[in-house]
Every structure is written in C-alpha cells, then in structure tokens.
C-alpha cells in the first residue's frame, strides 16, 4: 500500500516529476480513489491507483483531457478485474467423460470402475508405475546407446588414457634431462679439475 507521501517518492524515482498539489488534483480529477484510510484520515493506495497514476501522467503529456483520461483509466480498472476474477476461479478437475468409447479402450489394467461408458477411473498399481519407469529407463538407454553421446564418451576416454601416458613419458623426460644436468655438472668440474691440475704443472 501507498500513501500519498510514498506515491509521490515511487514517481519521482521513475522520473514522474511531479509535486504534492498536482498529485491531489490528479487523484480528484481523475476518480482514483483510496481503498483504506486510517483513523487519522490518512489515505492509503493500492498498486493499481499507483499504475492508474502513472499512466494518466502519460495520456496528459499527450494532451488527452481529463474525461478521456477517465474512461481510459475505467477500461485499465475493468482489464484488471477481469485478470483477477479468471485468476481466482477454482481449477476444475479433468473428467474423462464421453471423450472414450469402449473400441478406443485397449487393453486398460484392471480397471476399478467403469460406468456405462461416460466416466471411469483407473487403479493405478504400483505394478504398473513400475513398468513404466521400466519402458522409460528402457528408452533412455537406448537413446543414449544410438546416439553420438556413447561415442563422445569413448573417445573422452580415450583422450583421458592418452594424456596419462603423455603426462607419464613427460615425467620420465624431466627425469632424464635432470640425471643429464647432474652428468654434465660431474664432467665439467671433472674437466675444471684437469685443467688447473695441467696449468699448474706447467708453471
């Protein structure tokens, strides 16, 4: 709910520049009314008087007058209403009635009752909820079977497998560069030593 006070804020956030005496005059002159007004006469709007607001703002900048803003507003209030009663109506319940005869029925499992042809109902047996998980599981296998997806998931396999072993030979490399790495430090301080061992034998 709105008071004149929060109408006027939701407005001007939506860019609805107006002030407090054109929002009065809009309400009077436009026969949007209250739906509740407290003991100290503070008056309360609804959503819809809120919409109404906003939408006779626009007619007016369009130069409608006040008596073709009012039917406008009228038509808004009754195309509401008429959402809300459809809304509001029960849902009724689906009867099977006249829509099956008796050569349209085939084969129907167990049925409790059947009366003379314009409504029955089914017993549905846990048997048979069974057997329809069944079929379906059935056709979801299958659909998966004929399909691309079981090949996709082959060859994800495949490419898992093969980028282990890549993984796998890739360690090994690393390894044998390091026992590399480590042979060449060995030989060139091996070769660093018979150098100098040679250079100062020669002085």
Known sequence: ????????????????????????????????????????????????ALEKIKKGISLKAQGY??????????????????????????????MVSELLNEENIEAVPQPETVSQGKSFTLDVSSQTLQMLAEAVAKKISDDITNSDMATRLIEAGGYKRDNEILAKQVKELLEHNKE????????????????????????
């Open 65 to 94: 007058s006040d008596e073709q803003i009012i039917t406008k507003l009228s038509r808004m209030e009754a195309k509401v209403e008429k959402q809300e009663e459809v809304s509001s109506q029960p849902v009724q319940p689906l």
């Open 180 to 203: 590399l790495s480590q042979r060449i430090e060995q030989l060139e301080s091996h070769a660093s030593k018979h150098f100098w061992s040679r250079f100062w034998r020669g002085k």
């Open 1 to 48: 709910m709105f008071n004149r006070e929060s109408i006027l804020k939701s407005l001007n956030t939506e860019n609805y520049y107006i002030d407090k005496h054109s929002l009065d005059l809009f309400l009077e002159d436009w026969k949007i009314e209250s739906i509740y007004e407290d003991e100290d006469g503070l008056e309360f709007y609804d959503d819809l």
